[in-house]
């Protein structure tokens, strides 16, 4: 459902680790997500996308990974940097009817030197 | 210009005034969201606004709040009679009817 101003989760990682971010979404008529990130005092930022006719997608150290089965949602980023550090939501959209958006309730990413 | 534009950046207010927090989408874009993010929470959903069509309203939490768009342009948030309860970022997001969204730098919004 929507992100109601819960308290957020948080996934400290080493350096150069790999992170794996997951997300629950709602709504079985979404077919459109996408993962965002958030730095400290900034507005949330598009990292990837992915249609729900896919079950994986890559882009430059990022990978989002879609279960529909079980409506799950994870971001993989690849050898985690400093620069990482930042707060990730996802969100989901059905493209039909009103394009609205879900927010998930969002995760911090600590990265550890 | 480039990306979604909000004003002003920040702004400090007394308990019982009103504010207008302006909105300028990308311009194409048909839809327009409002948030709120409390100080490290997640996004609230507040209004959404697409195309020619009735803005969705169910996220607004009291009749004090009121959101205005004109056609596909710019967007105000019209917060009356303040509350310290009020103090958030309010983020503002555009997107194209099938794309993705993109959101604005926020306006830090302090009631004392």
């Known amino acids: 459902g929507e992100s109601v101003g819960l308290h957020l989760p948080t996934l400290s990682v080493q350096e150069g680790d790999n992170s794996i971010i997951n997300c629950a979404y709602s709504?079985?008529?979404?077919?459109?997500f996408i993962w965002y990130k958030q730095e400290s005092g900034k507005g949330p930022q598009f990292i990837i996308d992915?249609?729900?006719?896919?079950d994986k997608r890559q882009g430059q150290r990022v990978t989002v990974l879609l279960n529909k089965t079980v409506k799950h949602l994870s971001l993989q980023i690849a050898a985690t940097q400093p620069g990482d550090s930042a707060v990730y939501f996802c969100?989901?959209?059905?493209?039909?009817?009103?394009?609205?958006?879900?927010f998930g309730t969002g995760t911090r990413l600590k990265v550890l030197a | 210009g480039a990306g979604v534009s909000q004003s002003p950046s920040n702004k400090v207010t007394e308990k019982g005034k009103d504010v207008e927090l302006r909105c300028d989408p990308i311009s194409g874009h048909t839809a327009l969201y409002w948030y709120r993010q409390r100080l490290g929470q997640g996004l609230e959903f507040l209004i959404y606004?697409?195309?020619?069509?009735?803005?969705?309203k169910s996220g607004l939490p009291s009749d004090r709040f009121s959101a205005e768009r004109t056609g596909e342009s710019v967007s105000t948030l019209t917060i009356q009679r303040t509350q310290q309860e009020d103090s958030a970022v309010y983020l503002c997001?555009?997107?194209?009817?099938?794309?993705?969204?993109?959101f604005g730098p926020g306006t830090r919004l302090t009631v004392l």
């Open positions: 969100a989901e959209i059905p493209t039909s009817g009103t394009y609205k958006y879900i």
């Open positions: 709504n079985s008529a979404s077919d459109y």
């Open positions: 606004f697409q195309g020619n069509s009735a803005p969705d």
């Open positions: 992915i249609r729900s006719n896919m």
């Open positions: 997001a555009s997107s194209p009817q099938l794309g993705g969204g993109y």
